[in-house]
């Protein structure tokens, strides 16, 4: 119980500083994931809203909500698919570009002194360990 009383206690306190992190840019923690998502999915930086959905585990009727929200913002923009006359493209704006640069160094920062705490071993074996908890949890569901 100590063990994911912690990880329980350390995520809603992260979170909450990222939420802070992120407030003077004008985003939240989830508009932020749709931004970085874009970010990283490389030169062009557009994705479908499905491929949104998808890759952030969101319903389409929470993604609507974020890219309306950040398209009115001028950060991102929905334009007609070329290859699905049906579909739709969500693609990173300029602004939205340097927005997601900025707002991924402040949380950068935040993490960085989170981690001060720790040496550079601490910390590789911490993520180390992360990694084997959250993979050995992964496939399984709850116990029967």
């Known amino acids: 119980m100590e ?7 350390l995520s809603r306190t992260m979170g909450d500083r990222m939420e802070k992190a992120y407030a003077p840019f004008g985003i939240s923690r989830g508009e932020f994931d749709v931004l970085a998502t874009l970010r990283r999915s490389g030169e062009s930086y557009t994705l479908s809203p499905r491929q949104l959905s998808a890759t952030l585990m969101l319903t389409t009727g929470g993604m609507t909500g ?11 923009r929905r334009s007609p698919d070329p290859h699905d006359r049906r579909g739709l ?3 990173l ?7 997601i640069d900025e707002a991924v160094g402040a949380g950068l920062v ?12 601490q ?4 993520a180390e360990l992360l990694r084997q ?6 496939d399984s569901g709850p116990s029967s």
Do not use: W
């Open 133 to 138: 908890l959250l993979a050995g949890t992964a």
């Open 89 to 91: 493209q969500v693609t």
């Open 3 to 9: 063990v994911f009383g912690r990880i329980f206690r």
């Open 123 to 126: 910390a590789a074996q911490l």
């Open 66 to 76: 974020r890219l309306d929200k950040l398209e009115r913002a001028g950060l991102l």
């Open 110 to 121: 935040l993490q960085t002194e989170a981690l001060s705490s720790l040496d550079p071993q």
């Open 93 to 99: 704006t300029e602004r939205g570009f340097r927005l």
